[in-house]
Antibody, heavy 128, light 107 residues
Framework: QVQLVESGGGVVQPGRSLRLSCAAS????????MHWVRQAPGKGLEWVAV????????YYADSVKGRFTISRDNSKNTLYLQMNSLRAEDTAVYYC?????????????????????WGKGTTVTVSS | DIQMTQSPSSLSASVGDRVTITCRAS??????LNWYQQKPGKAPKLLIY???SLQSGVPSRFSGSGSGTDFTLTISSLQPEDFATYYC?????????FGPGTKVDIK
């Protein structure tokens, strides 16, 4: 079945680095854009980053720009999030999510994007 | 960036009640609006995409409406498994911002 499994979370000191992984199965990974979304304890959802299906484009939230890097290895069906210079405010559950799309054939209209498959999340705690 | 707000932030309701949650965007986003449900300790689940399209496998008691800046998620008859937090998310532009959430709990 379609599945995403995150790993790599843990407790890390401020200023250190961590790399998260998201293993995909049950679908053609190389055909989909992928997101990272995080949720701080007791807070709402915060989008972190997106990477296109072929890795050609990447976008980041301002809160992580310059510190986090999203990447993917389509040969391994795996998404990554390299997190450097970690701060206490990066403490959260990190989810990876698949980007579904409805292509709109009409000119001058955008396609519809959504996050239709989510992993269970991996917890990152930044603390001294 | 487009900002998203939701109201109410929380509500109490009984099984069988009709529940309506509102989401507002800071600028027009046409129908580029998604709704998610999240239960405690679980990952979010997509309910509605493109403002009103029901995701496969989602019960028909869930419906979405709206366009432009104002959107609504309606649960026609609240079931015990629907007690959760609901988030809207705009997909008109990057970053794909989420609303702050609406928690639905038992009255």
């Amino acid at each position: 079945q379609v599945q995403l499994v995150e790993s790599g979370g843990g407790v890390v000191q401020p200023g250190r680095s961590l790399r998260l992984s998201c293993a995909a199965s049950g679908f053609t990974f190389s055909s989909y854009g992928m997101h990272w979304v995080r949720q701080a304890p007791g807070k709402g959802l915060e989008w972190v980053a997106v990477i296109w299906y072929d890795g050609s484009n990447k976008y980041y939230a301002d809160s992580v720009k310059g510190r986090f890097t999203i990447s993917r290895d389509n040969s391994k069906n795996t998404l990554y999030l390299q997190m450097n210079s970690l701060r206490a405010e990066d403490t959260a559950v990190y989810y990876c999510a698949r980007e579904g799309v409805v292509v709109v054939p009409a000119a001058m209209m955008r396609d519809y994007y959504y996050m239709d498959v989510w992993g269970k999340g991996t917890t990152v705690t930044v603390s001294s | 960036d487009i900002q998203m707000t939701q109201s109410p932030s929380s509500l109490s309701a009984s099984v069988g009640d009709r529940v309506t949650i509102t989401c507002r965007a800071s600028q027009s986003i046409s129908s580029y609006l998604n709704w998610y449900q999240q239960k405690p300790g679980k990952a979010p689940k997509l309910l509605i995409y493109a403002a009103s399209s029901l995701q496969s496998g989602v019960p028909s008691r869930f419906s979405g409406s709206g366009s432009g800046t104002d959107f609504t998620l309606t649960i026609s008859s609240l079931q015990p498994e629907d007690f959760a937090t609901y988030y809207c998310q705009q997909s008109y532009s990057t970053p794909p911002v989420f609303g702050p959430g609406t928690k639905v709990d038992i009255k």
